[in-house]
């Protein structure tokens, strides 16, 4: 029954893997079919003729190299930012006494439940006399409020978490703040900055709306509004289109691979959700 059980338990998750793999496996390999030829009407596990070269037509129909520098500028301006400030938030708001940090913690939660769409046109108006529309800027700029509330909890979550005494003694031998968030608190909260790091790459790779509306030069374009510009050249192109989505989805999956012991460990983001 032991070993049954321990079967059981292994054949489970594989089985939920393949699962929520399936879909990407099924892109690459309609990204690999004939431009030209009807789509499939029944599942096909592998072309009898791989096209390989339907990569390397994406790039002569459209200026995808320069969407997906854009996107990777984006990425690396946001991601150190949104860790910047979203840990100096949350080392602060971590420090509060019991009554303010309630407080606090409840107007979080209470914006993490307002409709992105609401702050379209309040974000515009600001973008608008920064002067930053139609620069790469205006998709940065959210970085500078840590992005999402959320990452702000998940580092309070986390500070909370270290036994106060340390800060205590900290403030006795003449630390000040910054040297104590940086110094003490950021080393000890690597899983978290980790799951940070992951939820703000996809955040912002995959964002497709605010390229849209802050954005005039399709020079400037990211990937994700690359790949409706590719669905209007030809939307019968399905394996272009899955060539696009595949090339959109791997660097997510590979971040994913290269990241994934720090935030499925024991810190991992799901147990501070589970504590907290």
């Known amino acids: 029954m032991r070993r049954v059980r321990a079967g059981f338990a292994w054949l489970l998750p594989l089985a939920l893997t393949l699962l929520f793999l399936l879909p990407l496996f099924w892109a690459g390999v309609n990204s690999l079919g004939a431009v030209d030829a009807p789509p499939p009407r029944t599942v096909v596990w592998w072309p009898a003729d791989p096209r390989w070269d ?17 996107s990777l500028l984006v990425v690396a301006g946001a991601v150190p930012l949104t860790v910047l400030t979203a840990s100096a938030a949350g080392f602060g708001m971590a420090q509060l006494d019991e009554p303010a940090y309630r407080r606090l913690l409840l107007f979080s939660v209470a914006v993490l ?29 959210p970085a500078f ?20 005494e340390l800060f205590e003694a900290a403030w006795l031998e003449g630390i000040s703040a910054r040297a104590a968030w940086w110094r003490l608190a950021m080393p000890l909260a690597r899983p978290t900055t980790v799951a940070v790091v992951v939820l703000t790459v996809v955040l912002y790779w995959s964002d497709f709306v605010s390229p849209v509306l802050y954005l005039y030069d399709p020079g400037r374009y990211t990937l994700p509004v690359g790949l409706q510009v590719l669905k209007q050249l030809d939307p019968t192109a399905w394996p272009l289109l899955m060539a696009g989505a595949v090339l959109m989805t791997l660097p997510v999956i590979a971040l994913f691979i290269l990241l994934h012991r720090f935030f499925l460990s024991d810190h991992s983001l799901a147990a501070l959700f589970e504590r907290n």
Not at 56 to 65: I, R
Not at 145 to 164: D, E, G, K, Q
Request: no cysteine.
């Open 145 to 164: 409020a840590a992005s999402s509330p959320l990452f702000v909890l998940l580092y309070t979550w986390n500070f909370r978490r270290i036994p106060a």
């Open 54 to 70: 339907n990569y390397a037509m994406l790039f002569e129909l459209l200026p995808v190299g320069r969407y997906l520098r854009n």
């Open 113 to 141: 439940m307002v409709p992105g769409a609401s702050v379209w046109i309040a974000r515009f108006q600001i973008l608008r006399w920064l002067g930053l529309l139609d620069t790469l800027w205006a998709l940065i700029a």
